[in-house]
């Protein structure tokens, strides 16, 4: 959904991890599971609930252990949303996660 240059949508990783760079500011929360969020400046564990804040041209890495289910909120943007170097990544699952 996109409303006055603002985006909000859903996604999900499981035991896996993505890193992107992009020229908008995002907000995750985490619906379901547990996120691990970092930057150059942070690294937070997120559950049910939590949020976190990215600030536009910082570059930030995602990782689930297990499963998580995340809404996003993106914006404005005068770059269209886009993603620059984007990299996904396949965990291995943790024994007491299996």
């Not at 990783?13 to 995750?28: G, K």
């Not at 995340?70 to 770059?79: A, C, E, N, R």
Request: aromatic share 8%; proline share 5%; glycine share 10%.
């Amino acid at each position: 959904m996109e409303r006055a240059g603002i985006v909000i949508g859903e996604w999900s990783l499981t035991a896996a991890a993505w890193t992107d760079l992009h020229m908008h500011d995002e907000i995750n929360v985490v619906l379901e599971g547990e996120l691990e969020v970092s930057t150059s400046t942070e690294r937070v564990t997120l559950r049910v609930g939590d949020r976190v804040a990215v600030p536009a041209g910082r570059r930030a890495r995602y990782e689930a252990p297990g499963y998580a289910r995340m809404l996003y909120i993106y914006g404005p943007s005068d770059d269209g949303h886009a993603t620059i170097e984007g990299t996904y990544e396949e965990l291995s699952i943790p024994p007491n996660r299996a």
